[in-house]
């Protein structure tokens, strides 16, 4: 069973930051490319930051560049999410997502971030 378990989410007041885990199971994770996608109440996901199965060529979205950092670590199979400057826009619910394929991704159930004074 392909399990993806996202863990670091919380509260922190603008201009903090939290470190996003993700442990996976089930599968060969360094097959995988993987990535962040938060979705925001009312808000459409959006793919905040992406890494190729042999870690080369990180995609972050504009609202995030220059602040988060993604890593992964292939022999523990655990994603990584560093996110310094947080501001209120970046309350989401993070999710770990897998690619499967064009289009096609397996989530995480999430982690709530909460970034508010």
């Known amino acids: 069973e392909v399990q993806l378990v996202e863990s670091g989410g919380g509260m922190v007041q603008p201009g903090g930051s939290l470190r996003l885990s993700c442990a996976t199971s089930?599968?060969?994770?360094?097959?995988?490319?993987m990535g962040w996608v938060r979705q925001a109440p009312g808000k459409r996901p959006e793919r905040v930051s992406w890494?190729?199965?042999?870690?080369?060529?990180?995609y972050y979205a504009s609202s995030v560049k220059g602040r988060f950092t993604i890593s992964r670590d292939n022999a523990k199979g655990i994603l990584y999410l560093q996110m310094n400057n947080l501001k209120p826009e970046d309350t989401a619910l993070y999710h770990c997502?897998?690619?499967?394929?064009?289009?096609?991704?397996?989530w995480g159930q999430g982690t709530q971030v909460t970034v508010s004074s």
């Open positions: 089930g599968f060969t994770f360094s097959n995988y490319d």
């Open positions: 997502a897998r690619g499967d394929g064009p289009d096609t991704e397996s």
């Open positions: 890494m190729y199965s042999d870690s080369t060529m990180p």
